[in-house]
């Protein structure tokens, strides 16, 4: 095998490794962001259950701010 040859090999194993890498970060950030968005959801319900159990008037989150 010429020299060539086994640096184009050697770069391909790289770039496949670095690919493989990728794609578990890809599929790992992807997870996390999963479980987030159920947290960030499940804040909500419970802040606007809370708002909605102190009989206050308009929902916080559906209030305009005082500049508008």
């Given amino acids: 095998m010429s020299t ?12 496949t490794r670095t690919v493989d890498d990728l794609s578990d970060v890809v599929a ?3 997870r996390e962001i999963d ?3 159920r947290r ?5 319900r419970r802040e606007a259950e809370r708002e909605a159990d102190s009989g206050a ?3 916080l989150a559906d209030q305009r701010p005082p500049h508008w």
Avoid: D
């Fill in 57 to 59: 008037g308009i929902p």
């Fill in 28 to 30: 790992r950030q992807g």
């Fill in 40 to 44: 960030v959801e499940m804040l909500l």
């Fill in 35 to 37: 479980v987030l968005t």
């Fill in 4 to 15: 060539s040859t086994e640096r184009l090999e050697e770069q391909i194993a790289h770039l």
